[in-house]
C-alpha cells in the first residue's frame, strides 16, 4: 500500500506520529508535508496529495491542518478524490465504508495524539 500525507504547520507533529506508524506496517509514505512549524500554505501541500491519489499514483491520501477544513476543501477540487474531514475513530469508519473516501482531512488543532 502507498500512502500520500501532506501537512501545513499545525499538523507536523501529527504527521510524523502518523509516518512512524505506517511504516512500521509496511506502508509506503510519500511526504509532502512541512517538517516544521513555520507559517505555510496548506494548499501547497494539499494539491500534491490529491493529485496523486486523482491519478492513482498512491492508494489513499491523509491530510493535516488546523481545522481539517481547508485541506478538505482543497483536495476535493479534483476529480475523483474524496476527502472527508475526521476527527473520531467512528466518522472515519463510515467516511470510508459509506461514502468512499480516499483522504483523510484531519483537524490537528481538535484531536490529540495519543
Not at 41 to 54: G, I, R
Request: proline share 4%; glycine share 8%; net charge negative.
Amino acid at each position: 500500500m502507498k500512502i500520500a500525507i501532506g501537512n501545513d504547520h499545525a499538523g507536523t507533529a501529527y504527521k510524523l506520529a502518523i509516518i512512524g506508524l505506517l511504516k512500521s506496517l509496511q506502508v509506503e509514505v510519500i511526504n509532502y508535508g512541512t517538517d516544521g512549524t513555520d507559517s505555510v500554505d496548506y494548499p501547497d501541500f494539499a494539491h500534491p496529495v490529491a493529485l496523486d491519489v486523482e491519478e492513482g499514483n498512491v492508494d489513499f491520501g491523509i491530510l493535516i491542518c488546523g481545522s481539517g477544513n481547508g485541506a478538505c476543501m482543497t483536495a476535493n477540487k479534483q476529480q475523483n478524490v474524496r476527502a472527508a474531514l475526521c476527527w473520531t475513530k467512528e466518522i472515519t469508519k463510515l467516511a470510508r465504508e459509506h461514502n468512499d473516501a480516499n483522504i483523510l482531512s484531519l483537524p490537528a488543532r481538535y484531536i490529540a495524539l495519543p
